[in-house]
């Protein structure tokens, strides 16, 4: 089986690639990714090398370089993405470039060749924030993010190639996820790494937002029992029922890594900040046999020690043009947040 794995150098998508690599041995896989800053090909050197894995340097905008990375493909999952709420705040551009107009050139060319099976990974945003109860999948969706009305727009248009064409679609929306290789901007390997680096950790607005944090390693497992077992024309919530405001995980991270309380600052909120998301995950436990196994805790303990132990992985990226996105981002915040002396 020859599988598509575009956006294979993030977060996400390198550790599926590594989980591909391990759990299914007999699969060929491609993985197209731009290497936008988030995409990092040095992730995937080891599998490049061994021959396990094909990288293509391309844009999934790009039909010539979709067609190339696609050929023979039964299987496609669409990790490529835009993905970061406070960038989608600062410029949209790209959000609805990448994340609807490619999803459109790869449905495209994937119903040209007509392959089996085509899993957009689509997220828990899409529903917008969600003051009590849990999201089911055929709940109205409701984003508020530039980022998520992106990627709802990917999601409802794959959804389309299904409905019209028959195309075999599947979307899962999953939770936050945590884990290795999660590039430094995101809540997690933003407070661990600034724990370590004894630098502030900027919280939003009063530190109660809640997320259901999603191991990725969990995450992984269900995209395989999705390309094994998944419904065409089917949508699936993927999350851990594991919610925590921004202030326990903070306090959870000040633990595990020893940083000082002092380093905690609560910072001006970001704009149209969403409450909380939540999910029901029963029709993934019903038609997959999925459920997350790994409890928080665990996995953040097990988050931190990556961290530590690689810390040259992150110290190249925050040495790099992640400083400038951070003083624009932070410095005039933090420097507010100090002088009001909280
Ligand atoms: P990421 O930002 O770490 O990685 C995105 C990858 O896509 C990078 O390697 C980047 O180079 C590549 N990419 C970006 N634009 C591209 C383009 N035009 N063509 C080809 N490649 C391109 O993202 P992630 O956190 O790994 O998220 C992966 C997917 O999962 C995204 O679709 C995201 O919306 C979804 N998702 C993420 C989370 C989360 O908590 N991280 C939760 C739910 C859903
Ligand atoms: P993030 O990791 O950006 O994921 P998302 O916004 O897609 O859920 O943020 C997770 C939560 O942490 C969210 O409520 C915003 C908050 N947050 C902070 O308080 N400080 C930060 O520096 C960041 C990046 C996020």
């Given at each position: 089986m020859k599988i598509l794995v575009t956006g294979g150098a993030g977060f996400i998508g390198t550790n599926f690639v590594h989980f591909v690599s391990r759990e299914k041995p007999d699969w060929t896989v491609t993985v197209l990714d731009?290497?936008?800053?988030?995409?990092?090909?040095e992730n995937l050197s080891a599998l490049e090398a061994s021959g396990a894995v094909r990288f293509i340097h391309g844009d999934i905008c790009d039909p010539a370089a979709v067609s190339e990375a696609m050929e023979g493909a039964g299987l496609v999952v669409n990790f490529a993405a835009e993905t970061h709420v406070d960038r989608s705040i600062q410029a949209p551009s790209d959000f609805v470039r990448t994340d609807i107009e490619g999803v459109r050139v790869l449905l495209e060319e994937f119903r040209r060749i007509g392959g089996r099976m085509f899993v957009q990974i689509s997220?828990?945003?899409?529903?917008?924030?969600?003051?009590s109860g849990y999201s089911r999948e055929d709940d109205p969706l409701r984003p508020r993010s530039p980022y998520s009305a992106s990627k709802a727009g990917g999601e409802l248009l794959a959804m389309s190639f299904f409905h019209t064409w028959g195309v075999p679609v599947v979307v899962t929306r999953a939770s936050n996820n945590y884990g290795p290789?999660?590039?430094?901007?995101?809540l997690i390997p933003l407070f661990v790494t600034n724990a370590f680096e004894g630098l502030e950790l900027p919280v939003y607005g009063d530190g109660l937002n809640r997320r259901d944090w999603l191991y990725v390693e969990d995450h992984c497992r269900a995209i395989a029992r999705v390309l094994e077992k998944g419904r065409p024309g089917s949508i699936y919530n993927i999350g851990s029922g594991q919610e925590r405001t921004n202030l326990e995980v903070t306090e959870a991270i000040l633990e595990l890594t020893g940083?000082?309380?002092?380093?905690?600052r609560r910072i001006s909120d970001r704009p149209g900040h969403d409450r909380r998301y939540a999910l029901d995950v029963s029709r993934a436990e019903a038609e997959l046999g999925w459920r997350a196994c790994t409890d928080f805790e665990e996995g953040l303990a097990a988050t931190v020690e990556w961290y530590r132990a690689n810390e040259p992985w992150w110290r190249e990226i925050k040495s790099g043009r992640f400083r400038e996105y951070y003083m624009a981002m932070y410095s005039e915040r933090l420097r507010e947040s100090r002088e009001r002396g909280r």
């Open positions: 731009k290497l936008t800053y988030a995409g990092r090909r997220t828990d945003e899409v529903y917008g924030s969600v003051e290789w999660q590039y430094p901007e995101k940083a000082d309380r002092s380093l905690v």
